[in-house]
């Protein structure tokens, strides 16, 4: 049985800095595509970054480009989510998704993702 477990959530002040991390257990990690979505309240759920070993560079959503990446340690069955310069408009909860499709790393649509985690969230205040 898959489990994704997130953590690292909190509340930062605009500007802030915050580490997500996700453990997976379940599942031969390192052949997995991993990737992490956002949610704010009634707002669509967002791709935000999908990392696959087999592939190029992780994928980026354009709202967080240049401020938020994506690793991954295959040894501790993890993906991380490093998230610099926070905005008001990151905050939101943020859920952890894996799936042996490398489709959805490049498309970052949750569609193509089978295990999820229960999120943590991310706060993000002025």
């Known amino acids: 049985q898959v489990h994704l477990v997130e953590s690292g959530g909190g509340s930062v002040q605009a500007g802030g800095s915050l580490r997500l991390s996700c453990e997976t257990s379940?599942?031969?990690?390192?052949?997995?595509?991993m990737a992490w979505f956002r949610q704010a309240p009634g707002e669509q759920r967002e791709g935000v970054a999908g990392?696959?070993?087999?592939?190029?560079?992780?994928s980026y959503a354009d709202s967080v480009k240049g401020r938020f990446t994506i690793s991954r340690d295959n040894a501790k069955n993890t993906v991380y989510l490093q998230m610099n310069n926070l905005k008001l408009e990151d905050a939101g909860m943020y859920y952890c998704?894996?799936?042996?499709?490398?489709?959805?790393?490049?498309?970052?649509?949750?569609?193509?993702?089978?295990?999820w985690g229960q999120g943590t969230q991310v706060t993000v205040s002025s």
């Open positions: 998704a894996g799936d042996l499709s490398w489709l959805g790393c490049y498309h970052l649509s949750g569609e193509d993702f089978t295990s």
């Open positions: 379940g599942v031969t990690f390192s052949t997995y595509c």
């Open positions: 990392i696959y070993d087999g592939a190029g560079s992780p």
